[in-house]
């Protein structure tokens, strides 16, 4: 074969891994796929976390308005992800966070004091300067959860796929449970690039779903968490639980 100039320069893409969560290009090798990875590897503020002994605290409530969306819904070939359309908010004192976006893991991603759940919902959100929040949701298996009905029958099982459906509404608030205590720490994405300075909301309450919902996501995807990280000192918090 003739030396071919083009073939060389392609050759490096081609054998590009993705990042994923096999032997090959999970977790554990991260930071070696990319220089942009390397956070992965060498920052100490990472999540997720295992829950232990947080700290009862009297913390800045959370408000909620999340607006109704028509479903679009993705198989990025690491989860299942459903994009949220502008004008959905959090706000934490006095800042505005918006939802972009919200997926799940399984099993869960955080544990509480060494146990995991059989899945966790992240919704991320993002302040006018950037600052990454997310709100993390254990599901736990139960009930049938009515909530996840409109869009849980168009999970997308292809790597790559989309589902784009104006008839299907939601409204992620609907997908949260009824009391919203919360643990809270800083952290990062638990994903690459595995960026810091992410302010984590973990639910105390979870969400349950039937064994069958939960077996619908599994088959798509399962072991989509990372392995829980060093706390390294920092602040974790939980809110006072109130008397009713
Ligand atoms: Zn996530």
Known sequence: MTYNKKEQK???????????????????????????????????????????DPAPTKLSPITFNYQPTSLNIHNTGNTIQVDYHKGSWIEVEGTKYHLLQFHFHAPSEHQVAGNLSDMEMHLVHKSEDSTLAVIGVFIKSGNINTAFNSFWQHLPSAQGESQQIKEVILNAFNLLPSTKYTYRYNGSLTTPPCSENVK?????????????????FKAIFSGNNRPVQPLNGRELLVDIIKDR
């Open 10 to 52: 392609v050759a490096p893409h081609a054998k590009e891994i993705c990042w994923g969560y096999e032997a090959k290009n999970g977790p554990d090798v991260w930071a070696q796929l990319n220089p942009e990875y390397r956070l992965c590897c060498v920052g100490i503020h990472q999540s997720p976390i295992d829950i232990v």
């Open 200 to 216: 984590w909301f973990v639910l105390t309450t979870p969400i349950e779903m039937s064994h069958s919902q939960i077996a619908a």
